[in-house]
């Protein structure tokens, strides 16, 4: 996907998640409902980073 702000243009990466039944339900505002485990995925992170115009890295 790609962004900008401030006028830099910049590819924003969205995690994937998945979504496993636990088995387990439970109960919100009278209702029941089947529980899920959410697994996301890690995201890569860029060596070099920029704040305010000053490189570093992590």
Do not use: C, D, N, W
């Amino acid at each position: 996907m790609q962004l900008s702000f401030l006028g830099k243009s910049y590819e924003a990466s969205t995690p994937t998640i998945e979504a496993t039944p636990s088995g387990e339900t439970a109960i919100f505002m009278g209702r029941p409902y089947a529980r899920k485990q959410f697994t996301v995925a890690q995201r890569h992170q860029p060596a070099e980073l920029t704040y305010r115009g000053v490189h570093y890295a992590r």
